[in-house]
């Protein structure tokens, strides 16, 4: 009976996104950014960064291998600040950097274009897998919480499967440890097709701290052909879900183009 009055009490607590926006996912910081006009460099700035996501000549923050540490951020607030969003999956590696690396705007939209007609059957409804590579386990609380009554995934028609062979995307987590390769393949070869893989998390996208090593690789892109990076250390349940959606060709109207 508590529960029933609590409920009662609080009312609905699922956010309506993607449907409508949600102030917290727009407020979360999720990465770390040069500022528009920083000053005259003065000094080495990529000795602030202990995985080397900063580099120089202009100065460029790798979001695919930024821990989020803060550190840059507070030794030189004159430099780098924190961005807010969740919007931040990509389709493509180079995309992470901030500011962005010159692409070629045709192939991208090459790019995106291939998905979009890969993954047309997506809409309605998918299947997750996921496969922990090496994981520190931060990564697995944020996708747990995809299915607690705040985000509720299920509302959108995605849902997690035990087996690759009732998959449809293959959610990669950990820095690819060299023990989890084989076990990648194979559930990458059981998953049908069309299939896509997003690799979540700096850990997954870059091997984070620990790569490359003896236990791990420089990240499970080495395993597998990624189709959406998500950039964190972890990526909140709001990144994640965006880039589900990014698979699924849901994203709302209002949402910037995935690099």
């Known amino acids: 009976m508590p529960w029933v009055f609590r409920g009662l009490r609080e009312g609905i607590v699922t956010t309506r996104y993607p449907r409508r926006p949600d102030h917290y996912a727009n407020s979360f910081p999720a990465r770390v950014v040069p500022r528009e006009d ?44 924190w961005r807010p969003g969740s919007e931040t999956a990509t389709l493509r590696r180079s995309g992470l950097s901030v500011p962005p690396l010159e692409e070629d705007d045709d192939q991208l939209d090459r790019v995106r274009t291939a998905l979009a007609e890969r993954t047309r059957a997506f809409r309605r409804s998918i299947h997750v897998r996921h496969v922990d590579a090496g994981s520190d386990g931060t990564e697995e609380w944020e996708i747990l919480a995809l299915l607690n009554p705040v985000y509720d995934v299920h509302r959108l028609g995605i849902f997690f499967t035990p087996s690759p062979r009732h998959a449809d995307v293959l959610l990669l987590t950990g820095a690819g440890a060299h023990g989890m390769a084989e076990p990648v393949r194979r559930s990458l070869e059981a998953t049908p097709r069309p299939a896509v893989v997003i690799a979540a998390g700096v850990d997954a996208i870059s091997g984070g701290l620990l790569a490359p ?46 690099r």
Do not use: Q
């Open 38 to 81: 920083p000053p005259s460099e003065d000094g080495d700035l990529g000795r602030l960064c202990p995985t080397g996501a900063i580099s120089t000549g202009p100065v460029r923050v790798d979001a695919g291998r930024c821990v989020l540490c803060g550190l840059c951020v507070r030794e030189r607030p004159d430099v780098f600040e």
């Open 213 to 258: 090593s003896y236990a791990v690789s420089a990240g499970v892109g080495e395993l597998a052909d990624v189709d959406i990076w998500v950039p964190g250390a972890p990526p909140s349940p709001f990144s994640l879900l965006f880039a589900l959606l990014l698979a699924m060709g849901r994203l709302p109207e209002e949402s910037g183009r995935a």
